[in-house]
């Protein structure tokens, strides 16, 4: 694929420099600049030695870049697209990694008349609940999806970013910004929240028996704290922009719950095993698509 | 410590079996027999090769055992107890993995009245989310903990239960049987409840959509697939035994989360914040005792 002469990261935290790791490990680019407004993430990148450059505002640097990545939260895009609006003054492809697509399409379409940004919304569905420059790897998005949902016509931008997704190993889906944040409130917002909910009912037992709930993890817990690892901010956005979606989905998953509940409470028990069977089922059908990740119960010694 | 002459596992599943090569690997005995309802079962193991003998009654073992391991979902246990008080003619000590107490002390002292038999209730925290004999492994237990909940003052069958689980590498804890259940409820019982259920919200979506919920699990999603991969017979039976403390902790639960929404709804960004921050430290506490696992996001090639 053509290369890319100089791309800017914005937000250079876990995805921000898996993201600038990758294009420079795949060749697509040999200059990767990077732009956090926290001191110590430049630091850190410059200890790292994974960017070309890095900085705490736009305005510090003195070229242009013909790709943007913006991978901050989904409250700061508001801002950026502000900034990048007065910056750019060639022809710039932009595209994100933000977990809602309509509300990023609104903030952009709202902010800029700037003609030479073309901005394609992009999702790659990869993370891990690290924070930080220092979590970031490359491989990170080998075998996953990236959603994209673009908003108006421009075959050549499209096919640009596409490539730029492919090459550093993900497959491309294209799908509607109001039907990505559906189905991403299913399978990321909600357990996402609800794992922040269990956790949070937990920390409010009884001290002597949050103890021992921390304790005795192992046994299923855990698996929830591991989402539960996530950054506060990105989250805490994403609520905020995908609400309707996620407020249906709270709404369909209360009212299951409340049936196991009710199953439960009156020794229903062919009702539950008939239920569980089925979410066996479903847990079959991503591992033989190749979505499951892998765990590994054993602890890894330092 | 003091070998088993011989000793009899009664569920050669994925906990079963496990315990049976832990305790070949770590020369606890040298005589390992199996018991299970299941034809296919016992002929997987005698395929692993992981049995001295086989059997799906026990009434076709003509030898008498030391020690008997109990690994079978909690519904079986009134049966098996009633089984064993006839078959028992020698000392024998009794154990057992489930993960209720309380229902299983009442069993136990319900059904016998054998006084050869000592029972010492066990619950090992591991586990995995596979079913079967073949996916059992002899480090299951390493660095893991064990909750003995004695009911009667017996310091020698304690101390050789004790031992027995420390020998395959895990901590002793000692716990009331009803404070046991609670805390399990907690940190076990309520997490898979809640997997299940989010599986099953899942399943009831738009064909069309539940497709997409599948292939896009790895934002979230997955990690409570996994949980929901557990066999549905065994999780039925702690549902039923364990009901006060679940829908004690489902309630605290629910009305946890409908703080959140409430929040989400008036856009309470603040709330949602401090409580994430909250739950990210419990992960860190975790990560810091070294009951976290490990989570590979990654794909293994096969």
């Keep these: 694929m053509k290369k890319f002469n100089s791309v800017l990261i914005i937000g250079m935290g876990l995805i ?64 950026i697209f502000n900034s990048l609006a007065e910056f750019v003054l060639q022809p710039t492809l932009v595209t ?29 569905i990869a ?5 930080g420059p220092e979590h970031g790897f490359s491989k990170l998005f080998n075998d996953r999806y990236c959603i994209l949902t673009p908003f108006e016509k421009n075959d050549d931008a499209l096919n640009r970013i596409s490539e730029m997704w492919k090459s550093i190993g993900m497959s491309i889906e294209m799908m509607e910004p109001d039907r990505h944040d559906r189905v991403l409130a299913m399978t990321s917002h909600i357990p996402q929240l609800i794992a922040f909910s269990v956790v949070g009912t937990a920390t409010e037992l009884e001290s002597h028996m949050r103890e021992e709930v921390i304790k005795y993890s192992a046994a299923g817990f855990r698996d929830f704290t591991r989402l539960a690892g996530s950054d506060a901010i990105m989250w805490r956005d994403v609520y905020d922009k995908n609400k309707d979606a996620v407020l249906e989905m ?8 409340s049936t196991y509940q009710k199953a439960i409470r009156n020794g229903d028990l062919e009702f539950l095993q008939n239920k569980f ?24 010694k330092n």
Excluded at 250 to 257: C, T
Excluded at 280 to 293: L, P, S, V
């Design 16 to 79: 921000g420099s898996s993201i600038s790791r990758a294009l420079i490990e795949n060749h697509i680019t040999n200059n990767i600049y990077g732009l956090d407004c926290d001191e110590n993430v430049i630091q850190k990148c410059k200890n790292l030695n994974i960017l070309t450059k890095g900085e705490t505002e736009l305005n510090k640097f003195d070229i242009q870049f013909d790709l943007i990545v913006i991978c901050t939260p989904l409250s700061s895009y508001k801002n």
């Design 96 to 124: 994100d990694v933000g977990s809602t697509k309509m509300s990023t399409i609104k903030d952009f379409t709202n902010v800029t008349n700037n003609k030479y940004m073309t901005f394609i919304p992009s999702h790659p």
């Design 127 to 131: 993370g891990l609940e690290k924070t």
């Design 250 to 257: 709270l709404g369909r998953f209360s009212e299951d719950l």
């Design 277 to 300: 069977n089925q979410s066996k089922k479903i847990r079959k059908e991503i591992e033989d698509i190749g979505q499951a990740g892998s765990f590994d119960p054993t602890e890894k």
